[in-house]
């Protein structure tokens, strides 16, 4: 019966061999390292949900609030592509004028605007205009371009301008 005695002496010591491995204490490392990646996969995916849905009514604020931009623009706006080339053209008293898009200077639409009063190359702003004069000593010919909003495509680059012009005769004084 002494065997049995020592069979358990034994097999407490293999236990406790074997938990002493150096195989068991990695593979509970590895073990607890693979539970934190698992939380910190958890925790991005839910700060990830919570960005798109932020983003998503963020689009559509935007979406809102140029739909009210554009409730409240003249009636002659046109929509000048910003892309080489994109021109548009008004028939107005004087004769033609023009808008065409040259190039974007960092994110600024720079502009070849032509009518009566001369032609000049401009960077406009949404919401800025530039004001062209014929004076004719009697009277004042204004050219008023104004690019009242800019369309953006989906990556935020800027597509499209919508622009007015008008024109008004002042007198000089």
Not at 41 to 54: C, F, G, I, P, V
Not at 65 to 79: N, Q, S, T, Y
Not at 150 to 164: Q, V
């Amino acid at each position: 019966m002494r065997v049995a005695p020592a069979l358990i002496v034994l097999g407490v010591l293999g236990v406790a061999a074997a938990a002493m491995s150096p195989d068991i204490t990695r593979s509970a490392r590895v073990q607890d390292r693979v539970e934190a990646l698992e939380d910190a996969t958890a925790k991005l995916k839910a700060e990830n949900k919570r960005l798109e849905s932020s983003a998503a009514q963020l689009s559509e604020r935007v979406r809102e609030l140029e739909k009210r931009v554009e409730a409240g623009l003249p009636d002659e706006v046109h929509v000048v592509p910003l892309k080489g080339g994109g021109t548009e053209r008004w028939e107005l008293p004087t004769g033609g004028a023009y808008v065409q898009f040259l190039r974007l200077d960092g994110d600024v639409p720079v502009f070849t605007i032509k009518n009566n009063a001369g032609t000049a190359e401009v960077s406009l702003r949404a919401g800025e205009s530039h004001v062209a004069v014929d004076d004719r000593g009697s009277e004042l010919r204004v050219h008023t371009s104004t690019l009242h909003h800019i369309r953006r495509d989906r990556t935020g680059k800027p597509a499209e301008g919508l622009f007015s012009v008008t024109y008004e005769r002042r007198s000089p004084d």
